[in-house]
Every structure is written in C-alpha cells, then in structure tokens.
C-alpha cells in the first residue's frame, strides 16, 4: 500500500489488517475489513459477531437471498447484552409494484414481500453520535426475478458498544433458501 502525504509519493507500509491502524494529527484511520461470507441456503436467522468497538460504518452486502415464506427481511442491531428487538425507527418502500411501505419497529426490515422474490443490494449502517449510541442506516435493493425495487432509512439509539448485527425475517420463522450475505466495515 503506498501513502500519498502532502502531495509526496513513494511512501509504502505493508498491507494493514483489522488490528492495523495509522494515526495522524490525533485521528485514527482503520481499514476497511471484510467480514466471511455466509451462504443464506438454510436457518432463520444469521449474525455477524465480534464487530470491533471502533467501528463507525458496516455496510452488509447480500446477492440472491430468498425465503421461503413472506415475512419482510430484517437487521438487528446489538451489544454485549444482545441482539435489540425495538427502537427502530423509520420505514421502507417497494417500488415498481402494488405500493408497500412498512414501518421499522423491531429492526430495519425491508419492504420484501417473500416467498419466490430474490434479493440483492446494499445495507449500510453509520455510527452517528458515539455519545448517545445513535446509528443511522439506509438500504436499496432490487429483485432479479421481478421489476421491484425497494429503499429505505432509519435510527436506532443502541444501549451500549455495537459488537453484533443480525439478518433474519419479521416474524423469525421463515427459512432462509438462497443466496449470500456478508458485511464490511471501517
């Protein structure tokens, strides 16, 4: 990797991994890590644990996920003490079909009508007030089997460091039987 200061080049350091960091001028920089992917062919629920407490940004990434029920797709955030099942707010929109918009209550649930719909796209989750626990998030996904595109945002205040998120559905029930998904942060 080189590292380009004050208009310099010809700076290197080696390759930096998840417990590497640079600091300048009092400001740490981590990079960016990747998480394992996890294949969503079976279970009800997956969760990405041992997030470090300096990350500021988790993107989840997700490519032909399908159940095979109708429940909507939920994140959960969580701490130490565990996954958090309320405090969500804000909502999702399915666009392109019959209009469907569904408020956040229990995690960040997507507007994804179930059963055969496959789904890819883009979670992103950032820290907004280290003081107060505060995260903001947004998603865009489309469906690769129909014309539905579906987006949306919100806020959670966590009771503590975030350390975990989880993927599973609404009700918790239905069974994951397609796909992939995995996470990103910084």
């Known amino acids: 990797m080189s590292i380009i200061l004050n208009g310099t080049t010809g700076i290197t350091t080696p390759d930096?991994?998840?417990?590497d960091y640079i600091e300048t001028n009092g400001a740490v920089?981590?990079?960016?890590?990747?998480?394992?992917?996890v294949a969503t062919t079976s279970g009800t629920a997956h969760d990405f644990t041992g997030i470090p407490s300096w990350v500021k940004r988790i993107t989840v990434v997700?490519?032909?996920?399908?159940?095979?029920?109708?429940?909507?797709?939920?994140?959960?955030?969580?701490t130490s003490g565990?996954?958090?099942?309320?405090g969500y707010l804000g909502a999702s929109t399915y666009i392109g079909g019959p209009p469907l918009t569904s408020n956040f209550s229990n995690g960040f649930s997507?507007?994804?009508?179930?059963?055969?719909d496959i789904a890819h796209g883009l979670a992103t989750f950032c820290l907004l007030n280290s003081a107060t626990g505060l995260w903001a998030m947004n998603?865009?996904?489309g469906h690769s089997n129909e014309t539905?595109?579906?987006?949306?945002?919100?806020?959670?205040?966590?009771?503590?460091?975030?350390?975990?998120?989880?993927?599973?559905t609404a009700n918790g029930t239905d069974t994951f039987d397609s796909g992939s998904i995995n996470i990103m942060y910084e």
């Open 29 to 37: 920089l981590y990079p960016l890590t990747s998480g394992t992917s």
């Open 139 to 141: 998603h865009t996904m």
């Open 148 to 168: 539905y595109t579906y987006v949306g945002g919100g806020s959670k205040t966590l009771s503590g460091t975030l350390d975990r998120l989880r993927f599973t």
């Open 110 to 116: 997507t507007a994804y009508d179930g059963g055969a």
């Open 62 to 78: 997700l490519a032909s996920v399908s159940t095979n029920g109708g429940s909507k797709l939920l994140f959960q955030l969580g």
């Open 82 to 86: 565990g996954v958090q099942t309320s």
């Open 16 to 19: 930096l991994t998840s417990t």
